[in-house]
């Protein structure tokens, strides 16, 4: 969003919490609830002053207000953007996942832009769809989403003398872009394990440093431990939050697909018993200090 911004070019985000989030310039607290950890009246007071009227606190109304702009938008967009929850190599289908609706509109407009990154190839349906399952019942305690779309090519129709005939409707261009964004010299350097994630969030639930000093442990939409590591390789900036992580464990017994968190930490912090006591140390001092904080606050 911010790359294409920076170019001149309108972009509104469709989801009501990342719409919220992009209104109020706020950083994100949970892949699936990205606005948890804001009050209704403080995203009121935040809509109230950034549209100069007054918005209610009450969020239904709040969510009213967000979505009739959200539509307005939508109705002029010419292009719609998405990500993708998986690629499917055996169909060369993607697979988008929805609870709000949003995505049965953005994918209508005439060219769909489908941008995601490597780690999402999964080699077929069935095993994207096991996916989701996965990521509801971690994220949301449900089974399934709401919606779950399978795009395996453009609007199309041969209805007419079998004439095969393309863009009946809306979309009338898909476009994948696949990134790698680093991703293969994660793989090469030994931290394959980090592009096992499906963003379900259960390890910031579960995580004491998360918990106390929320989004703070995090780098931009990268959230705890994980999203701190994953930052750390991906834009090669060493990040002084990776001391905050207690290695305690407790992310990688809630993750669905087992990735073993503290021990890529301990890899990045520089694995030697001295300097993994020192962390030991620091970060669990720090988080006393704040629980100390939010307890006399």
């Not at 109230?48 to 009739?68: A, L």
């Amino acid at each position: 969003t911010s790359a294409l911004q920076s170019r001149g070019i309108e972009v509104i985000e469709t989801d009501i919490g990342d719409r919220i989030l992009q209104i109020l310039r706020c950083k994100p607290s949970h892949p699936t609830g990205p606005i948890a950890h804001l009050s209704a009246k403080a995203i009121a007071e935040g809509l109230s002053k950034f549209y100069g009227k007054n918005i209610s606190e009450d969020p239904e109304d709040i969510v009213r207000f967000v979505r009739d702009e959200i539509r307005n938008y939508i109705e002029k967009a010419n292009i719609g953007i998405t990500g993708a929850n998986a690629v499917t190599a055996e169909e060369g289908s993607i697979v988008l996942a929805h609870n709000e609706g949003n995505i049965f509109e953005v994918i209508r407009k005439k060219k769909h832009i489908v941008v995601s990154g490597t780690d999402k190839v999964y080699p077929a349906v069935e095993d994207a769809i096991n996916m989701l399952k996965v990521i509801c019942f971690n994220a949301t305690g449900s089974l399934i989403p709401s919606f779950v779309e399978i795009i395996s090519g453009v609007s199309k129709t041969a209805d007419v003398e079998k004439k095969f005939f393309k863009g009946v409707h809306s979309p009338i261009e898909i476009v994948l872009v696949l990134l790698d964004n680093k991703r293969t010299e994660m793989i090469e350097k030994g931290f394959q394990e980090l592009l096992y994630c499906i963003d379900c969030g259960n390890c910031l639930l579960h995580c004491p440093m998360y918990n106390t000093v929320g989004n703070y442990f995090a780098s931009g939409k990268n959230l705890g431990g994980k999203g701190l590591a994953y930052s750390f390789l991906s834009d090669e900036d060493v990040d002084k939050k990776l001391e905050l992580c207690l290695t305690c464990g407790h992310c990688r017994k809630n993750c669905p697909v087992e990735i073993d968190v503290p021990s890529i930490i301990r890899k990045l912090r520089g694995d030697k018993m001295p300097s993994e006591i020192y962390y030991f140390l620091k970060s669990h001092l720090l988080w006393l200090y704040y629980n100390v904080r939010l307890k006399l606050s």
